[in-house]
């Protein structure tokens, strides 16, 4: 398909899209693919899960985010002994009024960074659950909402390590994809160096958005053209998944729709305002990978067969013209 003027999508709104791209590049260094990653995820009004060794700037990654948009931004670094009250906050006895009094937890805010989730135990890890999914949060029987935009950057690290629970396939299924920052390349570590030198880049990063514009880019996204002929290809994807004889399940409906959403998302950020085939191949191992089982398991070997199983079905479904 030729590119074509926008519609929808206005030159202004992208330009939005592209000024919050550059801004966190200035401090991620040589990792565009996995920036443009978490932004489908924001733009998309979903989560990101961000995977490997300590070290390689998977939280900076997400303060950079955070910090690019002028908006309220929470940490909770999840341990063993985190508790679910700790994430969603709990009633707190006030004795001059003698009731008990809601304390908000950390996950009231616009960007949560949950740092190492999978240090903390399943029970605490499901605590996110309603956030995630529903956007509100249900305390002692009261549902309260979350703030507009509201996203949540996990990381994790390797099953391997010490310490560490793995994640429930329904806590998964909440994140748009799972990415790895992977190491950088060598001259991208040079200028790691050269831009630390003066200290850390990152304390210099300014916002360039407001949540208004974020929800307005969000807005955006959802009226990105998907034609028939893409929905078909979905559909073709999913049915070859569930067809798979090295999978004991495949895609559920919402993977399907996760992978309709962040293509509309990349489309955009591509400054087009209507889903091509290659929007989908680009996001359908990260979006798709973590929402199937393999008949095999063992950590990272499964994670590696089934990227590969994803990789090999985009191979074999045929794409439309």
Request: net charge negative; glycine share 4%.
């Amino acid at each position: 398909m030729a590119d074509r003027p926008l519609a929808s999508v206005t030159e202004e709104l992208t330009g939005w899209a592209s000024a919050l791209e550059n801004n966190i590049a200035t401090v991620v260094c040589g990792k565009r693919d996995v920036i443009r990653k978490c932004l489908v995820a924001l733009l998309a009004g979903e989560h990101v899960l961000l995977e490997d060794v300590p070290g390689v700037g998977k939280t900076l990654l997400a303060q950079s985010l955070a910090r690019s948009i002028h908006a309220q931004f929470s940490r909770i670094q999840f341990t063993p002994d985190l508790l679910p009250s700790d994430i969603v906050g709990s009633s707190v006895f006030n004795r001059q009024t003698s009731e008990f009094v809601y304390s908000p937890g950390p996950v009231f805010a616009h960007i949560v960074l949950a740092d190492e989730i999978n240090r903390a135990p399943p029970r605490t890890q499901s605590a996110l659950l309603e956030a995630m999914n529903e956007q509100q949060v249900t305390v002692d029987g009261i549902t309260r909402p979350l703030p507009r935009p509201f996203m949540v950057i996990a990381t994790q690290n390797p099953f391997e390590f010490e310490g560490t629970y793995p994640l429930p396939e329904s806590q998964l299924d909440r994140f748009l994809l799972r990415t790895e920052m992977g190491y950088p390349a060598r001259e991208d570590e040079r200028q790691i160096l050269q831009r630390h030198r003066q200290g850390p880049p990152i304390e210099q990063l300014k916002p360039v958005l407001d949540c208004d514009q974020v929800v307005r880019l969000q807005q955006a996204v959802r009226e990105v053209k998907v034609d028939e002929g893409i929905y078909d290809y979905l559909l073709d994807i999913a049915a070859a998944t569930r067809n798979c004889e090295e999978l004991h399940a495949g895609v559920s409906p919402r993977g399907v729709l996760a992978l309709y959403r962040a293509a509309q998302a990349l489309a955009f950020l591509n400054h087009r305002d209507y889903v091509i085939p290659d929007d989908v191949k680009q996001l359908a191992v990260s979006v798709l990978a973590h929402r199937v089982i393999p008949r095999s398991f063992g950590a990272e070997a499964s994670r590696k067969m089934v990227e590969e199983l994803i990789q090999r079905i985009l191979e074999e479904v045929p794409s439309p013209t």
